[in-house]
């Protein structure tokens, strides 16, 4: 009696297939890893720079939904926003919010109404009515300067890409039209 063989089929990948495979998978994410990295920390930049406007009107919004005063000042070394207020009863200060600069920001010139202030004194208050003290803040990172300015009446802040500009110049005296352009 004869017994015929039937040829051996293998229906997987031997070991050295799957480790060239494995190989080449840590390879291209090696490659791919740095450029993802790099990419996060652009897009967490451009969302700080985005929403320092937004953290101003939230400033704002505080003041008139609280009925009190609330300022808006450099925190921690000059590293963060706060917006804090005072305690009516106690007269405790309580911060509300705090928005950190991301690695490479920092601060520039600020300003109180027409005058250059240290950072460390540098702070605008919102008042109920939702006005605010006219001031800004230029945030710098490398060679990009962006500023944070309230220069009107209602307190809606603006962000400028460039230098802070001189807000005595916003000013017209009553009576007087108002300038355009």
């Known amino acids: 009696m004869t017994t015929s063989r039937r040829p051996r089929t293998s229906n997987g ?16 994410a090696a490659m791919v890893y740095p450029n993802l990295a ?20 939230q ?10 005063s609330v300022r808006m000042r450099l925190g921690d070394g000059d590293n963060s926003l ?3 207020t005072t305690d009516v009863d106690s007269g405790d200060e309580r911060t509300l919010r705090t928005r950190r600069f991301p690695d490479g920001f920092s601060t520039g010139q600020t300003r109180i109404e027409d005058a ?8 605008l208050t919102f008042y109920p009515d939702g006005s605010s003290d006219r001031g800004g ?10 500023a944070l ?33």
């Open 59 to 68: 400033a704002r919004e505080e003041a008139i939904s609280g009925g009190q």
């Open 82 to 84: 706060e917006i804090v």
């Open 38 to 57: 790099r990419l996060r920390d652009a897009q967490e930049k451009r969302d700080f720079v985005s929403g320092l406007a937004t953290f101003a009107r």
């Open 137 to 146: 803040i230029e945030i710098t990172e490398g060679q990009r300067v962006y």
């Open 149 to 181: 300015v309230l220069d009107n009446e209602i307190g809606q802040p603006r962000l400028i890409d460039g230098n802070l500009p001189d807000l005595s110049q916003d000013r017209w005296a009553a009576g007087e039209f108002e300038r355009r352009g």
């Open 116 to 123: 250059i202030a240290p950072g460390s004194e540098w702070q």
């Open 13 to 28: 990948f031997t070991l050295i297939e799957m480790m060239v495979v494995l190989t080449l998978l840590v390879f291209m």
